[in-house]
């Protein structure tokens, strides 16, 4: 037996028992891929020839994530495994969905319905490899290929397209021409599908070690047109794609695409929004996208890096190389330290101990003086130290009564 990989090692009495029943197993798709790759191996896949219902009699524990595409997964020894029957599709109406589905004995019928070659790759128990269609040649050449017709496979499932791109991007490869050809033609269809399945592509296209080559190609076929937002800014994503800098988190990637495509900080929610994006997710990029704008013109000020908050500076920092300035990580971790408070939760005084110590009622001027006192913590007015924070409050509310 060659040596696999632990994480097909874990996966391998499963599909000894399924082979053990009678029937034929294999190993499939991204992790055959990344195993010639030699990159990390996320989920590992399996095909069988084996029926759903077959399947769930090998197995004591299944559960139904897909049966009626031919989806079970296993539970085995503490992890889940999708085990995936030998298909056939037939036609495609709405460019997303197979009207139906037909379940085969045949692995290279199976492998024939796949994406692009680099995807069509099998691995048996003994870990000898089945290429029906060259995708070992198209790895060791480095280019995405349709498998078969680019074209059926762009109207079986429009999505493709973007993943042609963001697997450019993603293993930093070329793109073979006919393949491109047929996205330039077809692109159009990316329209018929969920803005959720789009934009995780993009972001994986946008992490990818070969982002540059990836988002010109997306641009290139005109995909970024039939994307929330985009049409109107290719000269933005052309800009966006000769930067060299890698960059690490998806909100690290929506920052530097809105100061790209000169998106004011005022309309980053609703353009992320249109990419259905969390509130999280978009509250983080307007922080960083604030916090970027600032960095740009000078290095980190007290309030900044406390608006800002440690993770968003860091991600900041480490994005700022790419425009001609040096990042200052231990610089800027020291200051962040230095911070008299680093959260308004840090404060000695809450809004009720103002409340008794003014002898006031609740009021518009109640979050007037947090804010002040924030402020004067900060720049190390006053120490944050309950009573002295008092004291300066009594004075200030004084001096707003006089005026």
Not at 67 to 73: A, F, K, L, N, R
Not at 86 to 98: G, H, K, L, V
Not at 305 to 325: H, P
Request: glycine share 6%.
């Amino acid at each position: 037996m060659r040596k696999l990989d632990s994480e097909f090692m874990k996966a391998l009495p499963v599909i000894q028992k399924i082979q053990e029943a009678g029937y034929e197993a294999y190993f499939v798709g991204g992790s055959v891929r990344d195993r010639i790759l030699k990159k990390p191996i996320a989920d590992v896949d399996i095909a069988t020839s084996a029926f759903p219902m077959e399947v769930k009699e090998i197995f004591p524990r299944t559960v139904d994530v897909g049966i009626e595409h031919g989806t079970v997964m296993v539970l085995f020894e503490g992890e889940g495994y999708e085990v995936t029957t030998f298909r056939t599709e037939s036609t495609y109406q709405d460019y997303r969905r197979p009207d139906a589905v037909t379940f085969v004995r045949s692995l290279e019928e199976d492998l024939k319905r796949r994406d692009f070659t680099v995807n069509a790759l099998a691995m048996n128990s003994e870990g000898e490899l089945i290429d029906y269609f060259g995708g070992l040649k198209d790895i060791e050449k480095k280019v995405i290929k349709a498998v078969g017709s680019a074209s059926e496979r762009f109207h079986e499932d429009a999505l493709r397209m973007m993943r042609g791109v963001r697997f450019v991007s993603q293993l930093n490869f070329s793109m073979e021409t006919k393949t491109e050809l047929a996205i330039n033609e077809h692109h159009a269809l990316l329209e018929k599908i969920a803005v959720e399945r789009i934009q995780v592509e993009f972001v994986k296209l946008l992490l990818g070690q070969g982002r540059q080559i990836g988002l010109r190609k997306m641009i290139e076929t005109e995909l970024y047109q039939f994307c929330p937002g985009l049409a109107s800014k290719k000269a933005g994503l052309t800009s966006f794609a000769t930067l060299e800098t890698h960059l690490g988190t998806a909100t690290s990637a929506w920052t530097l695409l809105t100061y790209f495509i000169e998106l004011p900080v005022a309309e980053i929610e609703l353009f992320l929004r249109n990419w259905k994006c969390s509130k999280k997710e978009i509250k983080h990029v307007i922080k960083e996208r604030i916090a970027f704008d600032q960095r740009l013109d000078s290095f980190w000020t007290k309030e900044g890096l406390y608006q800002a908050g440690l993770e968003i500076a860091l991600e900041v920092e480490a994005l700022i190389e790419g425009f001609q300035q040096e990042s200052h990580l231990k610089t800027l971790q020291e200051l962040y330290e230095d911070l008299p408070i680093k959260d308004r939760q840090e404060m000695q005084v809450s809004g009720s101990d103002l409340i008794t110590a003014l002898k006031r009622p609740a009021g518009p001027w109640l979050g007037e003086l947090l804010a002040n006192i924030e402020q004067q913590l900060l720049i190390g007015a006053i120490p944050n130290q309950k009573q002295a924070i008092l004291e300066w409050a009594l004075v200030a509310d004084k001096g707003e009564d006089a005026l």
